[in-house]
């Protein structure tokens, strides 16, 4: 249930933390999506394939994007801008 897995969001590792995320139904894991951390979101959307994270990231609003592409490698955050960029 989603209540129980965030309360367990913290001690769970990255990998169970992805596992877990991609099981939810869509609407489950929006919810808990934006209740996280900038932190905790970048994870996930470095986890995910481009045309997912683009869905993600445009959930958030822009000054949450930048905070989460801070936590991000310069790569995956110059990928993850020209994501955005694209019509």
Not at 8 to 14: M, Q
Not at 25 to 52: K, N, V, Y
Not at 57 to 82: C, F, T, Y
């Amino acid at each position: 249930d989603l209540e129980q897995l965030r309360a367990d969001w913290p001690t769970l590792s990255r990998e169970q933390k992805i596992e877990q995320f991609n099981q939810l139904p869509r609407e489950e894991a929006e919810d808990l999506f934006l209740s996280l951390s900038p932190a905790d979101q970048s994870e996930i959307i470095q986890d995910l394939l481009p045309g997912q994270r683009r869905s993600w990231l445009r959930l958030l609003a822009l000054d949450d994007v930048a905070d989460v592409l801070q936590n991000m490698p310069a790569e995956i955050k110059e990928a993850s801008l020209d994501l955005l960029d694209a019509h």
